[in-house]
């Protein structure tokens, strides 16, 4: 017998919108009364999300959105690669809720002045895992 691979079930638009506005880090209320949909029909649309997607909490989906989400157009590559370093110094649990907090920077109309900003904020709150002496 072979193993095949069964394709994700799409999301359905109203799915896209939730996971956007979840990778922005609204509530469920904050989301609900964006969308002008009841708090338990937001709830419904994440659960179905993460069902479909195999995920197990909201960071994920945030992050997921994040990296599987084009750049803007005035996104500067020279900021990705600085995150993507400074990423790489922390602890797993720290680098997830990171790269969610940069999923919200990415989705705010920042200019490129906001990137030092945000830096200058997440530096202070997220300090690199200890290195092993070897």
């Known amino acids: 017998m072979t ?4 394709p994700e079930p799409p999301l359905t ?13 609204m509530t469920n209320r904050e989301i609900a009364n964006e969308l002008g949909i009841a708090v338990d029909t937001v709830k ?3 659960n179905n999300v993460l069902h479909k997607k ?3 909490n909201r ?18 590559p020279e900021h990705c690669d600085q995150l ?6 922390l602890s797993e649990p720290d680098r ?5 907090s940069f999923a919200r920077y990415c989705a705010s109309e920042v200019h490129p002045r ?3 900003q945000f830096m200058e904020i997440m530096r202070p709150i997220y300090r690199p895992k200890p290195q092993h002496a070897a």
């Not at 993507?84 to 110094?89: D, G, R, S, W």
């Not at 997830?96 to 969610?100: A, C, E, H, K, L």
């Open 59 to 76: 960071v994920q989906l945030a992050v997921w959105h994040h990296l599987s989400t084009p750049p803007k157009p005035n996104a500067h």
């Open 44 to 46: 419904e649309h994440v």
């Open 114 to 116: 906001g990137f030092s």
């Open 3 to 6: 193993d095949t691979l069964v």
């Open 13 to 25: 638009p109203r799915e896209v919108e939730v996971v956007e506005l979840v990778s922005q880090g």
């Open 54 to 56: 195999r995920m197990k």
């Open 84 to 89: 993507a370093q400074f990423a790489e110094t």
């Open 96 to 100: 997830i809720s990171f790269y969610t």
